[in-house]
């Protein structure tokens, strides 16, 4: 009877144990986490160079994300904080000053309200008196009226208004007024502009002797006239005005 050998197995050749200790296991891991990506990475390359896009190259070289649009429109040139859309940089669209806004109102409104009755003008200077002479023409007689041309004549060197009544008074040597000032004849006129060198006019009006019984006035020594809305006044030396009737009146001087 024939025997069957039993083979006992050999035991595992060093080939099949693992190779080093754990640091040796550890390392092969790295390489392994290492060398995968790589591939991959250079599969997708390979893959995208066959599809015709590329990616931009920043600065080195290398490609890379695209920051958000609305990250970077949220940063100032400068790096500070967000541009206002309202102002920009450098401030060419800031607001107006709103004290200068409110004084230019307050200007404009009062010279809309200005009483016209007393001098007030609009657009150039009003004429003070001293930017202004004044002269007298002789008597214009005509159907027992007596008229007068008094005229004002702009001795500066820029334009000025005039518009209203002026005053007109008669005069003694002594500073007594003779009668009373004249009375306003008329309505009142249009503005009148007096460039340098020009002229602007009034009519004084009084009546001829004998036509009433009231008889006439002193003869004066100076005419004192003061201009629309002025306070100080222009004196002439005349003796012309020859005042009859109590009837003493002025024009308004304007265009």
């Given at each position: 009877?024939?025997?069957?050998?039993?083979?006992?197995?050999?035991?595992?050749?060093?080939?099949?144990?693992?190779?080093?200790?754990?640091?040796?296991?550890?390392?092969?891991?790295?390489?392994?986490?290492?060398?995968?990506?790589?591939?991959?990475?250079?599969?997708?390359?390979?893959?995208?160079?066959?599809?015709?896009?590329?990616?931009?190259?920043?600065?080195?070289?290398?490609?890379?994300?695209?920051?958000?649009?609305?990250?970077?429109?949220?940063?100032?040139?400068?790096?500070?904080?967000?541009?206002?859309?309202?102002?920009?940089?450098?401030?060419?669209?800031?607001?107006?000053?709103?004290?200068?806004?409110?004084?230019?109102?307050?200007?404009?409104?009062?010279?809309?309200?200005a009483s016209p009755g007393s001098g007030a003008v609009s657009g150039a200077r009003r004429c003070t008196a001293d930017s202004l002479t004044m002269r007298l023409?002789?008597?214009?007689?005509?159907?027992?009226?007596?008229?007068?041309?008094?005229?004002?004549?702009?001795?500066?060197?820029?334009?000025?208004?005039?518009r209203g009544f002026p005053g007109v008074s008669l005069i003694k040597r002594d500073g007594s007024m003779i009668g009373v000032p004249a009375e306003r004849d008329g309505a009142m006129r249009e503005q009148a502009v007096i460039d340098p060198g020009r002229t602007a006019e009034v009519t004084l009006h009084t009546l001829n002797q004998g036509i009433k019984d009231s008889g006439c006035w002193s003869p004066p020594d100076y005419l004192r006239v003061y201009p629309p809305g002025s306070k100080d006044a222009l004196t002439l030396r005349t003796s012309l005005l020859h005042i009859c009737g109590d009837r003493f009146m002025t024009t308004a001087v304007g265009g």
């Open positions: 009877m024939s025997s069957l050998s039993r083979t006992t197995p050999e035991p595992f050749a060093p080939s099949h144990r693992p190779w080093g200790g754990p640091a040796a296991q550890r390392a092969r891991r790295l390489r392994r986490c290492v060398v995968v990506p790589v591939a991959i990475a250079s599969i997708a390359l390979a893959a995208g160079g066959c599809g015709g896009t590329s990616a931009s190259a920043g600065p080195s070289g290398a490609t890379g994300s695209v920051p958000d649009a609305s990250a970077r429109d949220s940063e100032s040139p400068s790096g500070g904080g967000p541009t206002s859309p309202a102002t920009g940089t450098g401030g060419a669209g800031e607001p107006a000053d709103q004290d200068e806004v409110g004084s230019a109102a307050a200007s404009a409104s009062a010279s809309a309200s023409g002789r008597a214009d007689a005509g159907a027992g009226q007596i008229y007068y041309r008094l005229t004002f004549v702009n001795k500066s060197s820029t334009a000025c208004a005039l």
